[in-house]
C-alpha cells in the first residue's frame, strides 16, 4: 500500500475516455484551499505492514490511518469475521483514527493473534487495508539434550551443529567460548547460514571444551545458548593432505530457488588438507554487476534485488594444492506479484467514462480479483455501466451518486498486491490554480513558458489574450499545451505585456492574468586580452559587460577552469583582475564569467610570465595617507566615499582600508567597515539608520599602512526600524514548570533607533494553541511559568523600536524544566561471571518517565558483608557506575569474591536522579584467598625454627588451609630443595624441626580455599650457631687457673712461630714432611712420643666432621688440614664459632697440591703446622 501511495500522491486522478470519446487527463489539485468542500471517497494513508510481530511486553498497536470528505469512520475484522472493539475494554480505537492499541499487560497475548483488516467508510465509498497477520514473538529455550565430547585426529573434518528453535522471528546465530568471546572465523573455520560451525580440518589449537552456539532473538532480545561441546584434536594419528570435497551443499548439485527483489544467498564450505580456496561463477553468462558481494572468506555469494536473468547454474569451485571440486547450484526465480500499473484514482464528470486498470506481473501469473467498497465485484450491486474484463474496469457514462472505492487483489503462492482507488463522479466549475499576476522572465531569444493550471470536472477548456484584447491560437510563434501552458519559442522584447488565461467548461468560466518580460542578454563587450609579464611585475585583465539594467549581474573569475588561488595577490575589481607580483605559478588561463539571475556570458585570455630584468635598488616605504575624502550620492542606507591616493613610494598599493566612527553609540572609537582595491579611488558603502558617521581611510601596499587620512564631514542616518532580531535566541527550563528565554541583545549601532524592545513568543510545539508574547526593554531573558515538565517549545524573539519591527524572527526549539524521573528501570538481571566480575542488565524505562534528557542509568552497588561473616558484621561504601545514553546493560568490575552485594539503579537526567529500582542482591563465588596477614619467626634454635602467622585480611571464600614451601640458603645465595607443608585452617603456628644450624632459610607461606593458593607472604629466618662450648668457656672465664693457662697457650705459640721462620730461612726439612715421605697412607696417624713430633689427630668414628661444623660440599676433609682448633684454648684471632663450639675460620692456608713444591710453597707457615713440624 505505501508504495501505491507513493505512485498516487493525494488526490491524484486520471480522466479515460473510451475509443470515441477520448479526453485528458485530469490531475486533481493538491493544493487544500481548492479541496476544501469537494467531496472525496476514503483513501487509506497509513496502516501496519502486512506481517506484524510483536513484543509481548508492549502494546500491540495496528495502524489504520485514512482520509475523505467527510472524515471517514472505521472498523475491523479479525479471521475474516466482524471485531467488535467497544466490549473488549484491553483494545482501545484512537479518535480520529482507526489505529488499534491492545493493552496485552496481564493478559495472554496469543489470544489477540490474528489476521486484521481494517474498513475506512463514508458515504462515498469504503476502503480497506491490506490484511494484517498480527503474530507474537517467541524465543524458545533450546531442548535439554547431552552433547558427547567430540574426539577428532587431526587434519579431518569437523562439523558442529547449532540446531537453534525455532523463534520468531528466527534468531541470529553465534559462537563463543565461556569468556563470552567470539570464536574466530577464518577461511579454515566457517559459520554456515544455518549457524553449524565447520571446520575444513582441524588442527591441535582447535581443542577446547568449550565451544557454545548462541541464538539472539531480536525483538525480545534475550539470548539463549546450547549446552557447550568439547573437541579434542589428536595428533597421533594424524589425516594426511587430500583433495577438497564438499561439506555443504553435498554431492555435485544442488538446487535454490528465491523470489525477485530478494537477495539470493547462496554458500559452499569445502573440506580439505591443504584448506581449499573457494571461487565463483555463473555458467553461460557472468556475475550479476554491481548487485554481487562476496563474503564469510569467499564461501557466500549474495545477489542482491534477484531479478529473472538472474536464473542459471552458479558455480562453486574449491581448490588446494592436491586438486580441485566442483558443485553447481540451479538457482530458479519465481516472484511475488508486482505493480506494473497500479489503479490510479479517477475524477470523472456526469455521462463521462473512465478506466481502471490494475496491471500486474508475477511468476506464478497472480489471479486478478476486483473488489467494491470491500465487496467482490460479482457479490456487489450490479451497475449496468460497469464492465470488469480481467484487469481493467471500464465505467461507463457514470452518473452523479456512483463514487465508490475500488479495490484490486492480485495474488500468487508467493503473496498478494492490494490497491484502493476511488472513482470520484464530481459536477466543479473551472478554477485557475496559476497564481494570480505572476511576472515571467526571460532572455531574448529564449522559449518562454506561461503556465495556466486549472482545475474543474468537466476538463476545462483553456484559451489565451494578450494584453486582453487579442486571441491567440495554435501556430507560430505560439504554441498552447494540452495542460494549458503557453509556449513562445523565441521571445522578443515585442512579445512583453500581459497575458489572460481563460478556463471554461459546462459549468462556468474563471480567467487569470500572468506577466511576460523579455530582457536584453548578458554581453561581455571588451574581452580579456593575452599578456606576457616580467616576474615580479603586475597583470590586469579587463572585462567590460553589457546586460540589462533590471537585472543584478555578479562577476567571477576562473583560473585553468578553477577557483582563484586563495592569494592577497589577486585582487577582483568590478570589471578587472590584477595579479600582483606575479610568479611562475601564474601562468595560465583566465576567464571572466559574468551571470545573472537569467543568463551569463564569458571570455578568456592567457598569461606568460617572462623573466624580470635586472632593475636598480629601489627604496620602500609605507604610502602616504590620501586625502580630499568627499562624501556623494546620499541616500538613508548609502553613500558614496572619494578620496585622493597619496605617493605610494615605489610600493604598488593593495588596497585601502575604509574606517567609520559612530559619534552617537561609541565616539572616539574607529571601526573597519570595508576594504577597496588598490587600484579604486570611491566606494558605495551602505550604512545603518540612526548612526553619525564620521569616515577615514587607510592605505597599503606591503610595507604597511599609511597613516589615517583627515576624517570627512559628519553624515547622520535617519532611525528606522530594526534589520535584525537578537541572535543565539534559547529556551531552557531551570526549574520544573518554567522555561527561561535568553537572546543575546541588539547593540546600540544595531539597534537602528531609539526605544528598542524585544517582543517574546512563545507557544508549545505540536500543540495547536496560538502564540503566547510578552515585550520587554533592558533585559536579556525572559521566565516563563506554569509550562508542563519538559516539553519542547517554539520560541520567537523580535526586535522593535519606536519605528516599528525587525524581520520576522526565526523560530528555535526550547524545552522547559525538567523534573526529576518517575520511574526505576525493571527487569532488573544480574549475572555473575566470576569471582570479580558481575553484568546487569534492565528495561529501560519509558522516555516520557524521564521528565528531562535522559543523561544515562547510575548503578548503585554495596558489599553487605563476606558470605563467611554474620549479618551486620562489616558495612563499605556505597559504590556508583554510571551509564550514559539510553543504555541497558553494564559491567560491574574489582567485586570482592564470596561477597553478598546490594544493587538497585537510578534514570538521571539533568534534574537528577530517580526513584531506585528494587534492592537486587547477588552474592559472588570464592576467590583466590589474599596472603596471609603476617608471618614471624619465634625462638629460632640450632635445628629449628617456630612459626606463627595470622589468617588472610580477605579469605575470599571458605579457608580450607595454608601451603609452607621452605627451603635452605647458602653462604652463596644458592636456593636449596624446596620442602612443603600444608595445614589446617585453623592451624596458625608450628616448629620446624631437623633443620641445619647457623643456616639461612626462606619461608613462602600462603593460604588456599577450593578456587586455589593465593598470594605468598614471605620470610627469611636464620638458625642460632652452637655456643655450648663457648656457654662453658664463659662459665670459667673469670677463674684464675683458666688465665693463666691462656697466658701460656700464647706464649708457646710465639716461641714455635719464631723456631718455625728460623727453621724455614735456613732450608731444612720439617719433621712432619719427612713423616709425610715416610707414611702415603691416607690414614692420620697419631703422636708419638719417642720423636716428640705432633701427629695429626683423626677421629675414630670414620672421620665424621664435629656436630654442627661445616665440611667441603664433596663431603671429605682433606688428609693435609688439622682438625684441631684453637678453641679448645680460649684463643682465636678473627675466627667464628659454630653454635656447637667448632671453629670457623681457617688460621693455615691452602697447601698445594703440586708434590715438585715440596715444601717450598711460597705462602705463608700456617701456625698448626710449625707446632706439627716443631722438634
Known amino acids: 500500500m505505501d508504495r501505491n501511495r507513493k505512485r498516487v500522491p493525494g488526490f491524484g486522478a486520471v480522466l479515460l475516455i473510451l475509443v470515441s470519446h477520448v479526453t485528458s487527463a485530469l490531475e486533481v489539485p493538491l493544493d487544500p484551499k481548492v479541496l476544501e468542500g469537494l467531496p472525496q471517497p476514503p483513501t487509506i494513508t497509513l496502516q501496519s505492514p502486512k506481517d506484524y510481530i510483536f513484543d509481548p511486553r508492549e502494546n500491540i498497536v495496528i495502524h489504520c490511518e485514512a482520509k475523505g470528505k467527510p472524515h471517514p469512520s472505521f472498523s475491523w475484522t479479525r479471521n475474516g469475521t466482524h471485531f467488535d472493539v467497544e466490549k473488549d475494554s484491553k483494545v482501545l480505537m484512537k479518535p480520529g483514527s482507526g489505529t488499534l492499541v491492545i493493552d496485552i499487560s496481564g493478559e495472554k497475548a496469543e489470544a489477540y493473534e490474528g489476521t486484521y483488516q481494517c474498513t475506512a467508510h463514508n458515504e462515498h465509498g469504503t476502503a480497506v487495508s491490506n490484511s494484517i497477520v498480527i503474530r507474537q514473538s517467541r524465543s524458545p529455550l533450546w531442548s535439554k539434550e547431552r552433547n558427547e565430547a567430540i574426539v577428532v585426529q587431526m587434519g579431518v573434518s569437523l562439523v558442529l551443529q547449532c540446531r537453534p528453535p525455532a523463534g520468531l522471528p528466527p534468531p541470529v546465530i553465534f559462537w563463543m567460548d565461556n569468556n563470552f568471546q567470539r570464536l574466530p572465523l577464518d577461511k579454515r573455520v566457517s559459520q554456515a547460514l544455518n549457524g553449524d560451525l565447520y571446520f575444513s580440518n582441524v588442527l591441535p589449537e582447535d581443542s577446547r571444551p568449550d565451544y557454545i552456539c548462541y541464538a539472539r532473538f531480536p525483538h525480545t532480545q534475550t539470548i539463549q545458548q546450547k549446552q557447550p561441546i568439547s573437541v579434542t584434536v589428536l595428533d597421533n594419528s594424524p589425516e594426511g593432505e587430500h583433495r577438497p570435497g564438499f561439506m555443504m551443499p553435498l554431492g555435485t548439485t544442488s538446487t535454490k530457488m528465491v523470489l525477485r527483489g530478494e537477495t539470493l544467498e547462496l554458500e559452499c564450505i569445502a573440506e580439505g588438507l591443504p584448506t581449499p580456496e573457494i571461487s565463483w561463477q555463473k555458467d553461460g553468462g557472468e556475475l550479476p554487476s554491481g548487485r554481487t558481494s562476496i563474503h564469510d572468506f569467499q564461501k557466500t555469494l549474495k545477489v542482491s534485488d534477484v531479478n529473472e536473468a538472474d536464473a542459471g547454474d552458479y558455480r562453486c569451485t574449491a581448490t588446494n594444492t592436491l586438486g580441485t571440486a566442483h558443485h553447481i547450484i540451479k538457482v530458479t526465480v519465481k516472484a511475488a506479484p508486482f505493480w506494473v500499473s497500479a489503479p490510479r484514482n479517477l475524477i470523472l464528470a456526469p455521462n463521462e467514462t473512465g478506466i481502471l486498470t490494475c496491471r500486474v506481473n508475477g511468476d506464478p501469473k497472480p489471479k486478478i480479483s476486483w473488489f467494491v467498497n470491500g465487496v467482490p465485484i460479482e457479490n456487489a450491486p450490479e451497475e449496468h455501466s460497469r464492465k470488469v474484463d480481467g484487469d481493467t474496469v471500464i465505467l461507463s457514462n457514470v452518473q452523479s451518486g456512483s463514487s465508490a472505492v475500488y479495490q484490486c487483489n492480485a495474488s500468487n503462492e508467493f503473496g498478494y498486491l492490494m490497491a484502493n482507488a476511488f472513482v470520484n463522479v464530481l459536477a466543479e466549475p473551472p478554477r485557475v490554480l496559476t497564481p494570480p499576476n505572476r511576472v515571467y522572465q526571460v532572455i531574448t531569444n529564449n522559449p518562454a513558458l506561461l503556465h495556466c493550471a486549472s482545475f474543474g470536472s468537466p476538463l476545462p477548456t483553456i484559451t489565451w489574450f494578450k494584453d486582453s484584447q487579442i486571441s491567440i491560437k495554435n501556430g ?3 504554441v498552447i499545451h494540452e495542460n494549458g501552458t503557453l509556449e513562445i519559442h523565441v521571445a522578443q522584447p515585442l512579445n512583453s505585456g500581459k497575458y489572460t488565461c481563460i478556463a471554461t467548461n459546462n459549468l462556468g468560466i474563471k480567467e487569470n492574468h500572468v506577466y511576460l518580460d523579455v530582457k536584453e542578454p548578458t554581453r561581455i563587450l571588451k574581452q580579456p586580452e593575452y599578456k606576457v ?40 575589481d568590478i570589471d578587472t583582475l590584477t595579479i600582483k607580483d606575479v610568479t611562475d605559478g601564474d601562468e595560465g588561463t583566465y576567464t571572466c564569467i559574468m551571470n545573472t539571475t537569467l543568463d551569463q556570458d564569458s ?3 592567457m598569461l606568460t610570465v617572462i623573466e624580470a630584468t635586472p632593475t636598480p635598488a629601489i627604496v620602500y616605504e609605507k604610502p602616504d595617507p590620501p586625502s580630499d575624502l568627499e562624501l556623494t550620492d546620499q541616500t538613508e542606507r548609502s553613500v558614496r566615499l572619494t578620496w585622493i591616493p597619496g605617493d605610494e613610494h615605489n610600493s604598488p598599493t593593495q588596497k585601502f582600508l575604509i574606517q567609520y566612527e559612530d559619534v552617537l553609540h561609541q565616539p572616539g572609537v574607529w571601526i573597519n567597515l570595508t576594504e577597496v582595491a588598490g587600484t579604486g579611488t570611491t566606494a558605495q558603502l551602505n550604512l545603518s539608520p540612526y548612526v553619525y558617521y564620521s569616515f577615514r581611510v587607510l592605505a597599503l601596499n606591503h610595507v604597511g599602512y599609511s597613516q589615517p587620512s583627515q576624517s570627512s564631514s559628519q553624515y547622520r542616518t535617519n532611525p528606522a526600524a530594526p534589520d535584525e532580531n537578537p541572535s543565539d535566541v534559547q529556551g531552557a527550563g531551570t526549574e520544573p514548570g518554567n522555561l527561561v528565554i535568553s537572546w543575546t541583545p541588539l547593540t546600540g549601532f544595531q539597534s537602528n533607533g531609539p526605544g528598542l524592545e524585544y517582543k517574546v513568543q512563545w507557544r508549545q510545539k505540536d500543540v495547536d494553541e496560538d502564540w503566547s508574547s510578552k515585550t520587554v526593554a533592558n533585559v536579556s531573558q525572559f521566565a516563563v511559568s506554569g509550562t508542563p515538565t519538559y516539553v519542547p517549545y517554539e520560541i520567537k524573539v523580535q526586535a522593535l523600536n519606536d519605528y516599528g519591527s525587525g524581520p520576522e524572527p526565526e523560530v528555535v526549539i526550547g524545552y522547559s524544566g525538567e523534573d526529576f524521573p518517575l520511574s526505576a528501570p525493571d527487569s532488573v538481571q544480574i549475572m555473575v561471571h566470576n569471582s570479580t566480575l558481575a553484568e546487569v542488565r534492565w528495561e529501560p524505562v519509558p522516555l516520557p518517565s524521564v521528565r528531562g534528557r535522559l543523561q544515562g542509568y547510575k548503578v548503585y552497588y554495596r558489599r553487605e558483608r563476606g558470605l563467611h561473616e554474620t549479618e551486620g558484621e562489616t558495612e563499605q561504601q556505597e559504590q556508583v557506575l554510571t551509564f550514559s545514553g539510553n543504555s541497558s546493560e553494564g559491567r560491574l568490575p574489582d567485586l570482592q569474591p564470596y561477597s553478598l552485594y546490594n544493587l538497585s539503579i537510578r534514570v538521571l537526567n539533568n534534574k537528577g536522579e530517580g526513584p531506585p529500582s528494587p534492592s537486587k542482591r547477588f552474592k559472588t563465588p570464592e576467590g583466590v584467598p589474599g596472603p596471609p596477614s603476617f608471618l614471624n619467626v619465634l625462638n629460632p634454635s640450632l635445628d629449628s625454627l617456630t612459626l606463627e602467622w595470622g589468617p588472610p585480611v580477605k579469605n575470599n571464600g571458605r579457608l580450607i588451609g595454608y601451603t609452607l614451601k621452605y627451603q635452605p640458603v647458602n653462604s652463596t645465595h644458592e636456593l636449596g630443595p624446596v620442602m612443603v607443608k600444608n595445614f589446617l585452617a585453623n592451624e596458625t603456628n608450628f616448629t620446624l624441626d631437623n633443620l641445619n644450624s647457623s ?15 593465593g598470594p605468598i607472604i614471605t620470610k ?37 712461630l719464631i723456631v718455625c721462620f728460623i727453621k724455614r730461612n735456613k732450608g731444612g726439612k720439617y719433621p712432619v714432611k719427612e713423616k709425610e715421605d715416610a707414611h702415603q697412607d691416607p690414614e692420620i ?4 712420643e719417642d720423636d716428640g713430633t705432633f701427629g695429626e ?24 688440614e688439622s682438625d684441631d682448633s684453637l678453641v679448645d684454648y680460649g684463643e682465636g684471632g678473627d675466627g667464628q664459632f659454630n653454635e656447637d663450639g667448632s671453629f670457623i675460620g681457617q688460621y693455615s692456608g691452602k697447601k698445594e697440591k703440586d708434590t715438585h713444591e715440596g715444601n717450598e710453597s711460597s705462602e705463608a707457615p700456617s701456625p698448626v703446622n710449625a707446632m706439627n713440624s716443631f722438634v
Open 1097 to 1120: 689427630y683423626s677421629d675414630t668414628e670414620d672421620h665424621k666432621p664435629l656436630k654442627g661444623s661445616r665440611t667441603p660440599s664433596n663431603g671429605t676433609v682433606r688428609r693435609d
Open 533 to 572: 609579464v616580467q616576474r615580479g611585475m603586475s597583470a590586469t585583465f579587463e572585462c567590460k559587460v553589457k546586460h540589462d539594467p533590471s537585472l543584478i549581474p555578479t562577476m567571477t573569475w576562473l583560473k585553468d577552469s578553477g577557483e582563484l588561488p586563495d592569494d592577497e595577490r589577486f585582487v577582483v
Open 999 to 1013: 643456616m639461612l632459610y626462606k619461608l613462602n607461606l600462603s593460604a588456599k580455599t577450593i578456587e586455589g593458593s
Open 1085 to 1088: 696417624q697419631p703422636m708419638k
Open 1020 to 1056: 627469611e629466618a636464620l638458625t642460632v650457631m652452637n655456643t655450648t662450648v663457648p656457654s662453658r668457656q664463659v662459665d670459667i672465664a673469670t677463674q684464675g687457673w683458666f688465665i693463666g693457662l691462656m697466658c701460656a697457650i700464647a706464649l708457646l705459640i710465639l716461641v714455635l
Open 476 to 478: 507560430d510563434p505560439y
Open 603 to 605: 571570455a578568456s585570455a
